[in-house]
């Protein structure tokens, strides 16, 4: 029967009990912060914002073979004359990971999860900004694999392991390119 023949199976119906598996379970805001500490008076400032972006990432198990990763993103928007806004967000997945080889579990947590992730943020940020009445923020990429690759090099330098968990800062004038990450 074609269900018993192997060639016809579909796409991840591997019945092999000891290959690797990951999935997404769930995604969430965990924490939101929006503020225009400055509003209405930033509405009538004609400076140019710079951007400070900046990532975290934080990665717990919460069972054998769930993980959480997250994303926690903050971006302050600030000129001479104040603070334009911050954002602060926090989002997280839930990702279910069963038969990982143990060098393969911290590159998975660390650059596929978040990269699965940030569109979600992105659009959230971008939301938001533009709720608080001003142009939509849309943040460029983050290359999780360039930042996991410097944190490996830096624990090494160091002697010790990379943890799961990695910061990255880079601030940006927010007419140039806007969002940089």
Same mark, same amino acid.
């Given at each position: 029967?074609?269900?018993?023949?192997?060639?016809?199976?579909?796409?991840?119906?591997?019945?092999?009990?000891?290959?690797?598996?990951?999935?997404?379970?769930?995604?969430?805001?965990?924490?939101?912060?929006?503020?225009?500490?400055?509003?209405?008076?930033?509405?009538?400032?004609?400076?140019?914002?710079?951007?400070?972006?900046?990532?975290?990432?934080?990665?717990?198990?919460?069972?054998?073979?769930?993980?959480?990763?997250?994303?926690?993103?903050?971006?302050?928007?600030?000129?001479?004359?104040?603070?334009?806004?911050?954002?602060?967000?926090?989002? !997280?997945?839930?990702?279910?990971?069963?038969?990982?080889?143990?060098?393969?579990?911290?590159?998975?947590?660390?650059?596929?999860?978040?990269?699965?992730?940030?569109?979600?943020?992105?659009?959230?940020?971008?939301?938001?900004?533009?709720?608080?009445?001003?142009?939509?923020?849309?943040?460029?990429?983050?290359?999780?694999?360039?930042?996991?690759?410097?944190?490996?090099?830096? !624990?090494?330098?160091?002697?010790?392991?990379?943890?799961?968990?990695?910061?990255?800062?880079?601030?940006?004038?927010?007419?140039?390119?806007?969002?940089?990450?």
């Amino acid at each position: 029967m074609a269900q018993d023949d192997p060639a016809r199976a579909g796409n991840g119906s591997d019945t092999s009990e000891t290959a690797p598996q990951a999935a997404t379970l769930g995604q969430y805001i965990k924490d939101l912060s929006v503020e225009s500490p400055s509003a209405p008076a930033v509405y009538q400032w004609q400076d140019q914002a710079a951007l400070d972006v900046s990532f975290n990432l934080n990665v717990e198990k919460v069972s054998d073979d769930v993980h959480e990763v997250m994303l926690k993103v903050e971006v302050k928007a600030q000129s001479q004359s104040g603070i334009h806004f911050l954002v602060d967000l926090s989002y !997280a997945g839930l990702f279910g990971i069963r038969n990982f080889p143990e060098e393969a579990l911290a590159p998975f947590l660390l650059v596929e999860a978040p990269r699965l992730l940030f569109p979600f943020v992105r659009q959230i940020i971008c939301d938001s900004v533009q709720n608080m009445g001003f142009p939509p923020l849309l943040l460029d990429p983050i290359d999780f694999a360039a930042a996991y690759m410097q944190q490996m090099q830096a !624990a090494q330098q160091q002697g010790g392991d990379a943890s799961l968990g990695t910061t990255a800062s880079d601030p940006a004038p927010a007419g140039e390119d806007e969002g940089k990450a």
